[in-house]
């Protein structure tokens, strides 16, 4: 069983729609987390980063942790099509390496 | 700017040679990490460094070296033992190890 899981999709959903992305993950002392866009031949870009459970808002993104049930996820509000990307989750314990999920294919069609 | 910068975007190499690729932060940033990216297989950790003069193993770390002589500096190695080179690097900082971490825009390798 792989650390982290994520839906590699693609997710395909029309412009302005809400979108959920999800991660799960095996390892209970998680305690930070991100998540990363990444558009085709580029670097991953920080969406947003969190520390233990709860919600964290900045503009159309909401990322929530819930540590009870090892599970992540990224809301996007008013979809556009240029949020079409690859989504990466990432955790970590303490200062310890970086996991990454696979990523999940979004697509934004007009 | 501050940054990270990978060069070069572009790298081809032949069978049985080592290459190196560039990576370099002027962030001040303390913790340095080398990923590879495949189809759907997301980003494996090669090596990390939280400190200069210091790194360790990463997951898939047979058939790289890496060295952190410098602070800003973290350049990794593609050796001849390395069976199935050809992949997207990624090259990551962070301030310390509990925070977010960076990335830069990626070296694209291809073996010819």
């Known amino acids: 069983q792989k650390e982290v899981e994520q839906d590699p999709g693609p997710l395909s959903v029309p412009e302005g729609a809400i979108v959920s992305l999800n991660c799960t993950y095996s390892n209970s002392a998680f305690q930070y987390f991100m998540w990363y866009r990444q558009y085709s031949r580029k670097g991953p870009e920080l969406l947003m980063y969190?520390?233990?459970?709860g919600n964290k808002e900045d503009g159309r993104f909401t990322a929530q942790v819930d540590k009870s049930s090892k599970y992540i996820s990224l809301f996007i509000r008013d979809s556009q099509p240029s949020d079409s990307a690859t989504y990466l989750c990432?955790?970590?314990?303490?200062?310890?390496?970086?996991?990454f999920g696979t990523g999940t294919r979004l697509q934004v069609f007009p | 700017d501050g940054g990270i910068t990978q060069s070069p975007k572009y790298l081809f190499r032949k069978e049985g040679q080592n290459v190196t690729l560039s990576c370099e932060q002027n962030l001040n940033h303390d913790a340095m990490y080398w990923y590879r990216q495949d189809p759907g297989q997301g980003l494996r950790l090669i090596y990390y460094s939280q400190i200069v003069n210091d790194f360790q193993k990463g997951d898939i770390a047979e058939g790289y070296s890496v060295s952190r002589e410098k602070k800003e500096s973290f350049p990794l190695t593609v050796t001849s033992a390395q069976k199935n080179p050809t992949a997207f690097y990624l090259c990551a900082s962070s301030m310390k190890g509990d925070t977010e971490a960076f990335f830069g825009q990626g070296t694209r390798l291809t073996v010819v």
């Open positions: 990432a955790m970590r314990i303490n200062t310890d390496k970086l996991i």
């Open positions: 969190t520390y233990s459970s």
